[in-house]
């Protein structure tokens, strides 16, 4: 499986404290079966994203950890007027090993009205967002349609492992569910900030997905669109899965 979001990295947000959670995050990620880990650390009003200590801190984690799983480096950029400057005049910085897509979060508490131009920038500039974890935003559960129309614009949609297993209490899981049946959710991640509490596994997800929807349903969400983000490849879009898990049609 393939991890695009986590703060795995020590010291830069609200993530990982230190050196040895960071490594303890890593064996989790790698006993669980996770081959690549993104390391996304925050771009918002309280913690500044800078490139040059994000790739230190990478190379420091890995020479730490080991070879597994692969460190890739991103960014969980927030809506904001100044980042979403930045992201436009130097997409390069803040995308997924400096390739085509984004991570981008929308406030808890505004869902910005002109999103939707916000994305056609993004898009205009070669940049895909991914929008994160929408079922924990009590505003985005409320805005199916917005998100589908995101959706239709380009972006593509991320959703929280542990939300599946009911982490986040019963209206993130049951959001992130409707996310799938609708065939809104493209990738599923961990967003992992420890070791303990948010820990880097997606094996509970993929086995839970896999249950539900079928097999090519969670070798989708975990292995292959992440997969197609690290390569900056597009991310297919699919109607919607059969709640018996059985089928998963393309439609464009």
């Given at each position: 499986?393939?991890?695009?979001?986590?703060?795995?990295?020590?010291?830069?947000?609200?993530?990982?404290?230190?050196?040895?959670?960071?490594?303890?995050?890593?064996?989790i990620?790698?006993?669980?079966?996770?081959?690549?880990?993104?390391?996304?650390?925050?771009?918002?009003?309280?913690?500044?994203?800078?490139?040059?200590?994000?790739?230190?801190?990478?190379?420091?984690?890995a020479?730490?950890?080991?070879?597994?799983?692969?460190?890739?480096?991103g960014?969980?950029?927030?809506?904001?007027?100044?980042?979403?400057?930045?992201?436009?005049?130097?997409?390069?910085?803040f995308t997924?090993?400096?390739?085509?897509?984004?991570?981008?979060?929308?406030?808890?508490?505004?869902?910005?009205?002109?999103?939707?131009?916000?994305?056609d920038?993004?898009?205009?500039?070669?940049?895909?967002?991914?929008?994160?974890?929408?079922?924990?935003?009590?505003?985005l559960?409320?805005?199916?349609?917005?998100?589908?129309?995101?959706?239709?614009?380009?972006?593509?949609?991320?959703?929280?492992?542990?939300?599946?297993?009911?982490?986040?209490?019963?209206?993130?899981?049951?959001?992130?569910?409707?996310?799938?049946?609708?065939?809104?959710?493209h990738?599923?991640?961990?967003?992992?900030?420890?070791?303990?509490?948010?820990?880097?596994?997606?094996?509970?997800?993929?086995?839970?997905?896999?249950?539900?929807?079928?097999?090519?349903?969670?070798?989708?969400?975990?292995?292959?669109?992440?997969?197609?983000?690290?390569?900056?490849?597009?991310?297919?879009?699919?109607e919607?899965?059969?709640a018996?898990?059985?089928?998963?049609?393309?439609?464009?």
């Amino acid at each position: 499986m393939i991890d695009i979001h986590s703060h795995i990295l020590p010291g830069l947000d609200d993530g990982s404290p230190s050196l040895e959670e960071s490594v303890e995050m890593m064996r989790i990620a790698a006993r669980t079966g996770t081959t690549d880990i993104v390391a996304t650390p925050h771009a918002n009003l309280e913690y500044s994203f800078e490139l040059e200590l994000t790739e230190r801190k990478i190379a420091e984690l890995a020479a730490a950890a080991g070879p597994e799983p692969r460190i890739h480096r991103g960014c969980d950029l927030h809506l904001s007027y100044d980042n979403i400057q930045q992201a436009l005049a130097r997409p390069s910085r803040f995308t997924i090993d400096g390739g085509t897509y984004l991570l981008v979060e929308f406030p808890d508490l505004l869902i910005i009205r002109t999103a939707g131009d916000i994305f056609d920038m993004l898009l205009g500039a070669g940049v895909v967002p991914i929008i994160t974890h929408p079922e924990r935003n009590a505003l985005l559960q409320q805005r199916l349609g917005e998100l589908e129309g995101w959706v239709e614009q380009g972006c593509r949609v991320q959703v929280t492992a542990q939300s599946f297993l009911g982490r986040f209490g019963r209206q993130a899981r049951e959001f992130a569910e409707l996310l799938v049946r609708r065939g809104v959710a493209h990738l599923v991640a961990s967003d992992a900030h420890d070791a303990e509490d948010r820990p880097p596994d997606l094996a509970g997800a993929y086995d839970y997905l896999r249950r539900k929807y079928g097999e090519e349903v969670a070798q989708r969400l975990l292995v292959d669109n992440p997969r197609r983000v690290l390569e900056s490849r597009p991310i297919e879009v699919f109607e919607k899965p059969s709640a018996t898990g059985k089928k998963w049609y393309r439609f464009w």
